[in-house]
């Protein structure tokens, strides 16, 4: 158990919705980052918050939005969504100084599901 | 372009047998290098982490190798089980990268009996 938490596990929607996927951290832990992993693909990084505030930006289309609350977790939003959408979506947290990833810990993802 | 390579794509080996796993990358500056094991379905998790004075690192039967000046590494596996088969991603850090770590597509191990 990584201590890093993600709900749902699993998720099927229609094109064109909206969801929400949520992450807790691990205990400490300040940054939060969120991946997106297609079939038999790497891992694709999103974008990461550091303590609230957003860090770094990935390949994350403008369609897809993030945001880490006072109590450091964090939420990825999708919306318009579409059949290339489908896949699992990683949390990732490490304690995260300033220009330094330290040791990420990932939780067990989100599947989406889009039909 | 930051770049991770991996190879091979995938692998098959006999229970019991060792394997080596490659990664080859054009990261500058370079930081770090982890490699991490991924379970299907299932989030990575970390095995080793090198920084660029590092050459060798162990975690039990698995042992990461560095060379910075080749920007190669190997993930060596020793005495396999089955519950080695998963992904096993290499992932390279570079200074000041803020967190876009430029993750390697993955070598697929499948330990047979």
């Known amino acids: 158990d990584s201590g890093v938490t993600q709900t749902p596990k699993h998720l099927i929607t229609a094109t064109g919705q909206r969801v929400t996927l949520r992450c807790s951290p691990r205990?400490?832990?300040?940054?939060v980052y969120w991946y997106q992993q297609s079939l038999d693909q790497g891992l694709q990084f999103l974008i990461q918050?550091?303590?609230?505030?957003?860090?770094a930006k990935g390949n994350i289309l403008e369609r897809f939005s993030a945001q880490q609350f006072p109590d450091l977790h964090s939420e990825l939003n999708l919306s318009s969504l579409e059949l290339g959408d489908s896949a699992l979506y990683f949390c990732?947290?490490?304690?995260?100084?300033?220009?330094?990833?330290?040791?990420?810990?990932f939780g067990e993802g989100s599947r989406l599901t889009v039909l | 372009k930051n770049q991770v390579e991996q190879s091979p794509q995938s692998l098959i080996i006999l229970e019991g047998k060792n394997c080596t796993l490659q990664?080859?990358?054009?990261?500058?500056?370079?930081?770090?290098l982890r490699w991490y094991k991924q379970d299907t379905g299932r989030g990575p998790v970390s095995l080793t982490i090198?920084?660029?004075?590092?050459n060798t690192k162990s975690n039990g039967r698995y042992t990461a190798t560095l060379d910075a000046d080749t920007k190669q590494s190997s993930l060596h596996i020793t005495a396999s089980q089955l519950s080695d088969s998963a992904s096993y991603i290499c992932?390279?850090?570079?200074?000041?990268?803020?967190?876009?770590?430029?993750f390697g597509k993955g070598t697929k191990l499948s330990v047979k009996p």
């Open positions: 990732a947290s490490s304690v995260g100084h300033k220009g330094n990833t330290g040791e990420l810990f």
């Open positions: 205990s400490g832990d300040l940054s």
């Open positions: 918050y550091y303590n609230g505030e957003e860090r």
């Open positions: 990664c080859n990358y054009t990261v500058s500056p370079f930081s770090n």
């Open positions: 090198m920084t660029f004075s590092e």
């Open positions: 992932v390279v850090s570079a200074v000041g990268s803020q967190g876009n770590l430029i």
